[in-house]
């Protein structure tokens, strides 16, 4: 089983920049296909992004808006969430999710505990 470890959070304020991280262990990661998702507050979880364990392949949501990339460095066991020009509609808790020889498209079975990610006006 996967284990999966977010970090890189904060309070940031609007048009700021962050880059989430996520670490993986446990597991064999270049075999996962990797994804980001976030939740606001009394929203429903929606898709950020995803990358395919093999050939690199990205998919992103409608949410991006050419904003946000998705990255892996498979020698760290880690996907990497780069975040430009955030908004106060960003704020969220961020997770990461894992499927081995996963569809970027999903579903994923493994998720980390989240990171909040928190965009002031």
């Known amino acids: 089983q996967v284990q999966l470890v977010e970090s890189g959070g904060g309070l940031v304020e609007a048009g700021d920049s962050l880059r989430l991280s996520c670490a993986a262990s446990?597991?064999?990661?270049?075999?996962?296909?990797m994804g980001w998702f976030r939740q606001a507050p009394g929203k429903e979880r929606e898709f950020v992004a995803s990358i395919r364990w093999s050939g690199g392949i990205t998919y992103s949501g409608d949410i991006v808006k050419g904003r946000f990339t998705i990255s892996r460095d498979t020698a760290k066991s880690t996907v990497f969430l780069q975040m430009n020009s955030l908004e106060p509609e960003d704020t969220a808790v961020y997770y990461c999710?894992?499927?081995?020889?996963?569809?970027?498209?999903?579903?994923?079975?493994?998720w980390g505990q989240g990171t909040q990610v928190t965009v002031s006006s």
């Open positions: 999710a894992a499927q081995q020889y996963g569809s970027a498209r999903g579903p994923f079975g493994s």
């Open positions: 446990g597991v064999t990661f270049s075999r996962y296909t």
